[in-house]
């Protein structure tokens, strides 16, 4: 049953993406983007892998369909005819292809056993993880404590390309009143509904947040989660308003932040005598020591993963009023 | 207690100082905390070489879990080596650039070019130190990301293709490097280095972990610019600001080149690499085209930072082509060419900013009759381009020495013969660029009075690098230590347990 979810999700899949190729009009490309992060997730899921499955929902299908809704505000709909000749790409394409299905032709059997993958590291992280970190989610066990030194590093790539978006679009200047029309001032349902549900998914967030630990979840979900909240506050009320309740400079500093809470902790437990990251050193037990390390370090990831995303969002926000005013 | 810490601390201080640097948003203060770190970061590498020349070799697991199941830090003599000339390199261009960003970078987003810069060096750090595979991606990415940023940062509109172009290029080679490690996980369930070499050696050609190879090596080819692969590579930094040049032409592309002898010599192995799937004959006819062709694309440029930017590729070719020769000398060669060439490209870049300081303009029109006006920074330009034609008593002699050694060693005459034929093209293009700035008077729509020397801070580490090419093609005993130490020691086949934490 498992085999024949699959086949039909990757067919689906593999339409998706066809359709993606030859539509001209970027607006349903946005939108068949977004239900292939979904149908990718649904195989995830379907993989039980739902920590990442989650990821792909809220990054993939969530904040990127709103980031590419807002490059498409400022360059417009229509694809521009491509002068190029394709016949060099058409031929790169299909030799990554051909390697590709040749590569499988040695690969272990799908999801048995006896792999690789599940007899050399694995074990481990499955039978000692329970009481060398304690978490009854292992994937949290692997991504923030044996492997916490990539979750670092995958935090500094988001911070990266914050400073990158920064430093190519910037803010605009805050100037009252300049632009009168900002946000769907009109549509009272909208207001209304987004007052009410607004509050709700900064709540969700938070849940997912803190309850990583146990079920799916953790900074990077909960960062994009609570970021829709904000975007979703300033597309109804407006980018000026927005600004008040989170200011782009203050953004900077909480992304700033999040990056230094993480790395924090692994100068603390240094100066305890442990090696960088090293949880263990954080507590006298050091399972409570593992359990603090993760909890702080998660909430690292989301807090710079919120403020990245927002300072995107509002990066290309500002760009489109700033069109839209001239 | 920094001393059981050396091996993690040229990520660290990076890393940890970049979003500082950013809270701190003032340039001046800024520029003096960056160079401060990347200074502090360039002795802990010098300490780092020291301890992996006498020590073999130093593992860090950080989080305290042994590998492979946490992730390990591994310096040797191979990446200490090219860690010292990236973290230099860095420290000298942070300097140079309080000046010359002046008149490229607007001045709001100063505190933002310091960031980028400190990223990317905790990113080309994190690449250089790791021991685990799937870490190294991690490091790309932000060294990449932080790239495109630098790039994007000149006020000439010009950079924002380039900048994107090689967006795009560098997420195809990356992407292409994280499927090879995929593959090679699915085949090892493992990604520590050591350890994924040794759960590859008993496999017999298979058809998986070849074309993980395969991946791996085209994806570190576009990042390194190997010829055909290299398109990416000039419009960057030509329109890229010329600090930002100075740093990523003498040390992002090197970094790539020893992505791939980690990769070959580490991971695959010598043996299946070059005996089994012949790829040292594929680099080796890439590399002598790169030579050809690209020194003489530079030789029919106008622009100097393009003439430059092609003779990198070229330089680039000289390096892949010490690796091909399979060879403890022609590796040698390799990794001794990585450091020279770095300490040649960064001066001649920043002697270009600094004539874009003054003139504005960096065609080699720009140039003419700047031998009078700007003689310390024209002198300069003089000695670092010598040293990439090759003259003796510099360090482009040293490695050009070295490779045509290795070839010899081989009998192959027409490669010797071939190396040093390349030099009579940077003969060509170096020379046109002399000749323009000593035997041509200044335009006459320049005010010879406006045309003087750029600022001390500029100057000061110019002439650092030129005096270090100087010294270092006289006494070779240090880099010929560190890089034949190297280059044995990835020879040599290691074991994970071999050392102790």
Redesign the interface.
């Known amino acids: 049953m498992a085999e024949f979810i699959n086949l039909a999700l990757l067919a689906m899949l593999a339409l998706t993406a066809l359709r993606v190729i030859f539509l001209k009009d970027l607006f349903a490309v946005v939108m068949l983007f977004g239900i292939y992060s979904f149908l990718s997730a649904l195989i995830f899921v379907n993989l039980d892998a739902v920590d990442v499955a989650f990821t792909e929902a809220s990054v993939g299908a969530g904040i990127s369909t709103v980031l590419m809704l807002g490059t498409l505000a400022l360059t417009g709909r229509t694809e521009k005819e491509n002068k190029h000749s394709s016949v060099l790409p058409l031929l790169v394409v299909t030799v990554t292809g051909a ?2 299905i ?7 059997p799908f999801g048995h056993p006896d ?8 074990p ?2 499955i039978e000692e993880s329970p009481k060398e970190v304690g978490l009854p989610n292992m994937v949290t066990s692997v991504l923030a ?6 979750t ?3 935090t ?2 988001v ?3 914050a ?2 978006v ?3 679009l ?1 803010f605009r200047r805050r100037e009252e009143n300049d632009t009168p029309k900002s946000g769907l001032k009109e549509h009272h349902v909208l207001r209304v509904v987004a007052k009410i549900i607004i509050p709700l998914i900064i709540l969700f967030a938070l849940y997912v947040q803190f309850h990583g630990d146990f079920g799916p979840g953790g900074g990077f979900q909960a960062g994009v989660i609570a970021a829709a909240a904000f975007i979703l506050y300033a597309l109804v009320f407006g980018l000026p308003l927005a600004f008040a309740v989170i200011s782009p400079k203050f953004l ?2 909480m ?3 999040g ?2 809470l993480y ?1 924090g902790v ?2 603390y437990s ?2 305890q005598g ?8 954080l507590a006298a037990d050091p399972v409570a020591g593992q359990h603090y390390g993760i909890l702080i370090i998660e909430l690292g990831v989301g807090i710079t993963v919120f403020a990245v995303m927002l300072s995107i969002f509002y990066a290309f926000d500002s760009q489109v009023e700033r069109s839209n005013v001239q | ?1 920094l001393e059981q ?1 050396l091996a ?1 601390l040229p990520i ?1 201080l990076p ?2 100082a ?3 640097t ?2 701190l948003g003032r340039s001046i203060l800024s520029w003096g905390f960056a160079t401060f770190v990347s200074g502090c970061a360039s002795v802990v590498a010098w300490q780092l070489l020291l301890a992996a020349l006498s020590n073999g070799a130093l593992s ?6 042994p590998p ?4 390990e830090l591994r310096i040797d003599a191979a990446n200490a080596f090219v860690l010292l000339a990236v973290t230099t390199i860095s420290t000298l261009v942070l300097i140079y650039s309080k000046d010359s960003i002046q008149k490229e970078i607007e001045a ?2 100063h505190s ?2 310091f ?2 810069h400190l ?1 990317c060096l ?1 990113g080309l750090s ?1 690449i250089l130190v790791t021991g685990d595979a ?2 190294l991606f ?2 790309l ?2 060294s990449s ?2 790239t ?2 630098l790039v ?2 000149a006020s000439d509109r010009r950079c ?1 293709t380039s900048a994107f172009r090689y967006l795009v290029m560098g997420t195809i080679g990356a992407t292409f490097i994280l ?1 090879g490690v995929g ?1 090679l ?6 990604l520590n280095m050591l350890d994924l070499a040794n ?1 590859i050696a008993p496999y017999e050609s ?4 070849n ?2 190879l ?2 791996v090596m085209v994806g570190v080819s576009i990042k390194l610019a190997l010829f055909p692969l290299h398109m990416w590579l000039p419009p960057a930094y030509t329109h890229a600001p010329s600090a930002v040049t100075a740093f990523l032409a003498s040390t992002a592309t090197k970094v790539a080149v020893y992505v791939m002898i980690r990769f070959i010599f580490t991971i695959f192995g010598v043996e299946h690499v070059f005996h089994e799937m012949n790829i040292d004959l594929i680099l080796m006819a890439l590399a002598i085209v790169a030579i050809f062709k690209c020194s003489y694309m530079a030789t029919v440029q106008s622009n100097v930072k393009t003439v430059l930017a092609y003779s990198s590729v070229a330089q680039i070719g000289y390096m892949i082509l010490g690796i091909s020769l399979v060879s403890v000398t022609g590796l040698m060669a390799g990794l001794i060419h990585i450091f020279n060439h770095a300490l040649m490209k960064g001066a001649l870049f920043m002697a270009v900013g600094a004539v874009f300081y003054r003139v504005g303009s960096v065609d080699i029109k720009a140039f003419r009759g700047l031998g009078k006006q700007m003689p310390l920074t024209m002198a300069a330009f003089t000695i670092a381009g010598l040293s990439i034609i090759g003259v003796p008593l510099t360090v482009g002699f040293v490695s050009k020495w070295y490779l045509v050694t290795a070839a010899l060693e081989q009998n192959q005459w027409i490669l010797a013969a071939l190396v040093l034929g390349g030099s009579l093209l940077a003969v060509v293009y170096i020379g046109r660029i002399i000749e323009a700035a000593y035997f041509q008077d200044l335009s006459d729509t320049l005010d010879p009075n406006d045309i003087k020397e750029v600022p001390l801070l500029m100057l000061a580490p110019m002439w650092t690098l030129v005096i270090a090419n100087i010294y270092f093609g006289i006494d070779t005993s240090i880099t010929t230590e560190a890089a034949t130490s190297a280059s044995e020691w990835l020879f040599q086949n290691h074991n994970l347990q071999e050392v102790s934490p």
């Open positions: 390697a590709l040749y590569a499988t032709l040695d690969m272990p792999n690789p993958i599940h007899q050399h590291v694995a481990r992280y404590s044996y492997r916490g030194f990539d670092l590093g995958e500094v790539v911070f990266s390309a400073i990158g920064i430093s190519l910037g900077q500093v992304a700033s932040f990056v230094l790395a692994g100068l240094m100066s442990g090696q960088f990251l090293d949880y263990n050193k | 207690m810490h993690a660290i890393l940890i970049a979003p500082l950013l809270l860090y697991a950080v989080g305290g879990w492979p199941w946490g992730i709001h987003k933002l070019y960031t980028a990223l905790a994190g799937f870490n991690v490091f990415e932000i990301l932080a495109y940023t994007s940062l924002l499927i593959l996980y699915m085949k090892t369930g493992t759960r298979s058809r998986t972990i074309t993980g395969a991946f």
